[in-house]
Nanobody, 125 residues
Framework: QVQLVESGGGLVQAGGSLRLSCAAS????????MGWYRQAPGKQRELVAS???????NYADSVKGRFTISRDNAKNTLYLQMNSLKPGDTAVYYC???????????????????WGQGTQVTVSS
C-alpha cells in the first residue's frame, strides 16, 4: 500500500522560505516520477514542480527560480524548497506519484495516481 505523507507547511511572511517534505512508502521506486501540486481556495489544483522518470525536472512558470524540487532516494523522500515566497503561493500543497504498472513499465492514467493528504502553506504580506 503506497503512502505519501507531506510535512513542512506553515505560516511564513512574504520573502521567507519553507521546505516541504514528502515521505513515500509501500512501493515508490527511485525512478518513479513524482511531483508537487498545489490548490488555492477557489482554484484548480496545479502542478508546481515534478521529476520525470528520467530525472528531468519541470516547474510552473510562476515558481521558476524560487522553488527547487529534489529527492533523497535513500530516504524515499521528496522535497520542495520554496524561497522568496509570495502571498500568491498560499495553497494546500500535495505530493503526487503516478501509479506504475510493473508488468508494462508504463504509468496508469492520472485517476490512479497516488496523493498525499496535503500540507497548508500560508504566506502573509
Amino acid at each position: 500500500q503506497v503512502q505519501l505523507v507531506e510535512s513542512g507547511g506553515g505560516l511564513v511572511q512574504a520573502g521567507g522560505s519553507l521546505r516541504l517534505s514528502c515521505a513515500a512508502s509501500g512501493g515508490i521506486f527511485s525512478s518513479n516520477a513524482m511531483g508537487w501540486y498545489r490548490q488555492a481556495p477557489g482554484k484548480q489544483r496545479e502542478l508546481v514542480a515534478s521529476f520525470t522518470s528520467d530525472g528531468s525536472t519541470n516547474y510552473a512558470d510562476s515558481v521558476k527560480g524560487r522553488f527547487t524540487i529534489s529527492r533523497d532516494n535513500a530516504k524515499n523522500t521528496l522535497y520542495l524548497q520554496m524561497n522568496s515566497l509570495k502571498p500568491g503561493d498560499t495553497a494546500v500543497y500535495y505530493c503526487n506519484a503516478p501509479r506504475l504498472n510493473l508488468s508494462s513499465g508504463r504509468y496508469y492514467t492520472a485517476e490512479y495516481d497516488y496523493w498525499g493528504q496535503g500540507t497548508q502553506v500560508t504566506v502573509s504580506s
